[in-house]
T-cell receptor
Framework: GEDVEQSLFLSVREGDSSVINCTYT??????LYWYKQEPGAGLQLLTY?????DMKQDQRLTVLLNKKDKHLSLRIADTQTGDSAIYFC????????????FGGGTRLMVKP | DSGVTQTPKHLITATGQRVTLRCSPR?????VYWYQQSLDQGLQFLIQ???????AKGNILERFSAQQFPDLHSELNLSSLELGDSALYFC??????????????FGAGSRLTVL
């Protein structure tokens, strides 16, 4: 089975907050990442968090990490139509060559 | 423009054929990664090279091979193609070796269609 899991789909209204969730299984994850993929494009790094941190905020983005429950979330404040995309969480582990393992992606649809 | 260049952008070929996908990493990045993105399998890690040497292998089929050249560009060779190989193939590059946050920069991908 997948090491990193995400729900498939999320729909929100413009101006609302979006929360995209991710669970991972390997407690030795060192860093956790959020990437965004717009239609027809490659993945773009949004933010990452070190595993000993609980929270990281960057403008409209807030990442929360619950290491006990192996749960990562990405909150997008004041969601805009331009935020419509697929969002991938990923983990890396220093003891695995620092390779990234991605979740299946969550498609965010923002309705005007 | 991410700085990672992939060619070709689109490729249509027939079953049994062989294709080569090319990737030029971002300037200064020593690591190159190849990922396959398909609808049913999601984003699957294939292989990583670091400064010309193979560093890690993922779910890469024996029909597939890759290499990284002295100028750090990489090629992914796909042979004896099957319908199920139709997918988006992404190349990504990063600076880091095995420590620190591994920030990958992705190319725009090469879309392969096998008919």
């Amino acid at each position: 089975g997948e090491d990193v899991e995400q729900s498939l789909f999320l729909s929100v209204r413009e101006g609302d907050s979006s929360v995209i969730n991710c669970t991972y299984t390997d407690s030795s994850s060192t860093y956790l990442y959020w990437y965004k993929q717009e239609p027809g494009a490659g993945l773009q790094l949004l933010t990452y968090i070190f595993s000993n941190m609980d929270m990281k905020q960057d403008q409209r983005l807030t990442v929360l990490l619950n290491k006990k429950d192996k749960h990562l979330s990405l909150r997008i404040a004041d969601t805009q139509t331009g935020d419509s995309a697929i969002y991938f969480c990923a983990e890396s582990m220093n003891n695995a060559g620092n390779m990234l393992t991605f979740g299946g992606g969550t498609r965010l649809m923002v309705k005007p | 423009d991410s700085g990672v260049t992939q060619t070709p952008k689109h490729l249509i070929t027939a079953t049994g054929q062989r294709v080569t996908l090319r990737c030029s990493p971002r300037s200064g990045d020593l690591s190159v990664y190849w990922y396959q993105q398909s609808l049913d399998q999601g984003l699957q890690f294939l292989i990583q090279y670091y400064n010309g040497e193979e560093r890690a292998k993922g779910n890469i089929l024996e029909r597939f091979s890759a290499q990284q050249f002295p100028d750090l560009h990489s090629e992914l060779n796909l042979s004896s193609l099957e319908l199920g190989d139709s997918a988006l193939y992404f190349c990504a590059s990063s600076v880091t070796g095995v420590a620190g946050a591994n920030v990958l920069t992705f190319g725009a991908g090469s879309r392969l269609t096998v008919l």
